[in-house]
């Protein structure tokens, strides 16, 4: 059975760091790419990176490119994303997603960061 | 990059269909086969339905298919049950390499 299971959420100030991290069982990690996507509160699905298995190509959206880096360990089955330079309208739940082509077929069940002073 | 455009809401009857449509444009939708579908109920996890425009993963019911034509896809729904009651999100690969959702549809089974 495929499992995703993220951790790593919190409350965090302004400016701050935080650093999430998918725990992933059930599949053969290192042949499949992951996904970060989020979901402010109230609001829709955002997309916000991307990085295969090989780690050769990784992907990030406007929001992000630049403050966020997308990494993964195979070894541990786990994927991170470290977020720099926080701001408000980062506040999210943050999901993890193994990606299908360019889709996202399966998703863990999410960490919230909220960031507020 | 705006988000693809998805109606806020319809509505169906149980065992009628009902079809969503989200709205892209040549840079996105209309230029790549690369469209899925995703539900959502509240506050759980989305869920997979539709990859590749058409393509269901293993475990989604054939009551859920999608199509697209040129800038735009579409979600059918057919045989609408109560537990089909939730939000939809179609998203499409851009040539930014980059990934876009539509803003969302809450479906309503009356």
């Known amino acids: 059975e495929v499992q995703l299971v993220e951790s790593g959420g919190g409350l965090v100030q302004p400016g701050g760091s935080l650093r999430l991290s998918c725990a992933a069982s059930g599949f053969t990690f290192n042949v499949w790419s992951m996904n970060w996507a989020r979901q402010a509160p109230g609001k829709g699905l955002e997309w916000v990176s991307y990085i295969t298995g090989d780690m050769r190509t990784i992907h990030y959206a406007d929001s992000v490119r630049g403050r966020f880096t997308i990494s993964r360990d195979n070894a541990k089955n786990s994927v991170y994303l470290q977020m720099n330079s926080l701001r408000d309208e980062d506040s999210a739940v943050y999901y993890c997603?193994?990606?299908?082509?360019?889709?996202?077929?399966?998703w863990g069940q999410g960490t919230t960061v909220t960031v507020s002073s | 990059q705006s988000a693809l455009t998805q109606p806020a809401s319809v509505s169906g009857s149980p065992g009628q269909s009902i079809t969503i449509s989200c709205i892209g444009s040549s840079s996105d939708v209309g230029n790549y086969n690369f469209v899925s579908w995703y539900q959502q109920h509240p506050g759980k996890a989305p869920k997979c339905l539709i990859y590749e425009v058409s393509n269901r993963p293993s475990g989604v019911s054939n009551r859920f298919s999608g199509s697209k034509s040129g800038n735009t896809a579409s979600l059918t729904i057919s045989g609408l049950q109560a537990e089909d009651e939730g939000y939809y999100y179609c998203?499409?690969?851009?040539?930014?390499?980059?990934?876009?959702f539509g803003g969302g549809t809450k479906l309503t089974v009356l």
């Open positions: 997603a193994r990606g299908l082509q360019a889709a996202l077929d399966f």
């Open positions: 998203a499409s690969y851009t040539g930014r390499s980059t990934r876009l």
